[in-house]
Each structure stands twice: as C-alpha cells, then as structure tokens.
C-alpha cells in the first residue's frame, strides 16, 4: 500500500471513464469524463472507509486518502470489454 491513492483511469468508447483505486479493490466509479470519475471516486472515499476497517487496513486507508485530492499516479488505458471472441 502507498501513501497516496493511485488510480487508473480506464477510457471507454461512448464517452464512458472509470477511475479506480489500483491498491483497494472495488473502489471505483464511473463518469462521462475524467474529471466527473474522479470526482465521483473522491466522493466515495468516505464511504469505502468501513471496508478497509474491516479488511484491517483502516490506518493505510486513512493515509492514503488524507491529503485532499492527492489521486497519484493517474495511468490512462482504453477499456475493453474483457471478452476474448473465439472463431
């Protein structure tokens, strides 16, 4: 775990961004632009507070979320669609 949250952004085709946290599955959420998802990820930060408590991780959460707005580490990829087509 670092000190900051890193987060993915992960570019969709019909104007669809989802940020998420890349050290706390389940921590993500989607907007129609970056800014949107990353704003609506910090938005939740509170609410993915009792999950790490109950993961024993309440201290590192803590850390990494406390500095308002620290979102490190911003790496971009074109989502797929996780399906591989078979012939």
Do not use: C, N
């Amino acid at each position: 775990m670092t000190d900051r949250l890193r987060v993915i952004l992960e570019m969709g085709k019909k104007r669809r961004v989802v940020a998420g946290a890349m050290d706390w599955p389940g921590l993500d959420r989607w907007g129609t632009s970056e800014g949107d998802a990353l704003d609506k990820l910090s938005s939740y930060l509170p609410r993915y507070v009792g999950v790490a408590e109950r993961a024993g991780l309440g201290s590192a959460f803590a850390r990494a979320q406390s500095a308002p707005r620290t979102l490190a580490g911003r790496e971009r990829r074109p989502r797929s669609s996780g399906r591989r087509h078979r012939p």
